[in-house]
């Protein structure tokens, strides 16, 4: 398992397991299962409303855990830690993050700050965000100090944020990657399933590949137990120069799936 430096000083798994719209009745079985594949990253957020069972799925001491402060929680990230952690069973989070900016309330430097104090006691071993862009992120620092271990952004093959993770990588922020498979979509693209074919490898083991050879965090999130030891297998495909750059060419700045961090 490839482990990555934080900002922080600490380590984090490269490959995670990611657990959105998995139902709390279901998901731990799948965190189980993932965890004998062989992950040690796990991520959830209160949003999901699946934390109690991603608790319950915990059955090794060795997991690094995420979770994440939703919206209306801006104000009030303390109290919203705390509610997490009881429904995770667990005295500290690993990693905690906010999980949108929201420009809109103009609230997340506040909540910034709050995360910081909360680092500071021990409840949150790592901090750092979700779905910033540089103009968000710069503000964050200039108001405390203190730069984000993680930026948790929508990124994979046809949406690659190239900007977003160029000021990420400048600033010693780990980029990590959600909707990474593109919501399965891209699992079709000619080109993806072009070089599963030739290298024996499945699509979705193509693209978390290229994830990690960017230097990505990447938590792919499936609900089929049988998926989760070939996607972990991911880690061993190695992808050859020509294949990293033909996918880098599949970018297209019109690729956002999911919400722009800019409005809301």
Known sequence: MTNLTLNDGRTMPQL????YQIPDAQVATIVRAGLDAGFRLVDTAAIYHNERGVGEGLVHDD????????????TDAA???????????RDAIDLYLIHWPCPAADDYVDAWKALVDLREAGKAR?????????????????????TP????IELHPTFQQRDCAAYNAD???VTQSWSPLGQGETLNAERIVGIADRIGATPAQVIIAWHLAKGFSVIPKTGNVDRLASN?????ITLSADDIAAIDAMDDADGRMGPDPASG
Do not use: C, Y
Not at 16 to 19: A, S
Not at 79 to 89: N, R
């Open 63 to 74: 997991v690094f855990l995420t979770t994440k402060l939703w919206n209306d929680r801006h």
């Open 149 to 152: 271990a993680v930026n948790q």
């Open 79 to 89: 109290a919203a830690l705390d509610e997490s952690l009881a429904l995770l069973g």
């Open 16 to 19: 995670g397991l990611g657990t």
């Open 171 to 173: 600033h010693g922020i």
């Open 126 to 146: 790592s901090i750092g965000v979700s779905n910033f862009m540089p103009e968000h992120l710069d503000r964050i620092i200039e108001a405390t100090g203190v």
């Open 232 to 236: 972990f297998a991911a880690r061993e």
